[in-house]
Nanobody
């Protein structure tokens, strides 16, 4: 059964950078057919979409506040998705999750089309 594991989170000062990884394991057959998205949830807040990458490598931004600062990418085997986060702000503090879309292209972040949620990795931006 497919499973995602997020890693790479930690404590960073404002303006710093982190690179998160979303690694797939288990039944990864034909995984490259599907889009994968990054989400985040701050304490007491609702989960929000961040970025998504399609099976062809195209990306979609769900949160305007990360434009120009965050970049999503996928490895050659398409079993690992990365989130490069630059110029981090305190408002970026959240648990970051990845999930599988039910399509090859990126659906809406709130669509009922996301599956196999990981356990998340904590990102804390503080001085």
């Amino acid at each position: 059964q497919l499973q995602f594991v997020e890693s790479g989170g930690g404590l960073v000062e404002p303006g710093g950078s982190l690179r998160l990884s979303c690694a797939a394991s288990g039944f990864t057959w034909n995984l490259d057919y599907y889009a994968i998205g990054w989400f985040r949830q701050a304490p007491g807040k609702e989960r929000e979409g961040v970025l998504c990458i399609s099976s062809s490598g195209g990306d979609r931004t769900y949160t305007d506040s990360v434009k120009g600062r965050f970049t999503i990418s996928r490895d050659n085997a398409k079993t690992t998705v990365y989130l490069q986060m630059n110029s981090l702000k305190p408002d970026d503090t959240a648990i970051y999750y990845c999930a599988l879309a039910g399509w090859s292209t990126c659906p809406g972040s709130t669509a009922d089309a996301w599956h196999y949620w990981g356990q998340g990795t904590q990102v804390t931006v503080s001085s």
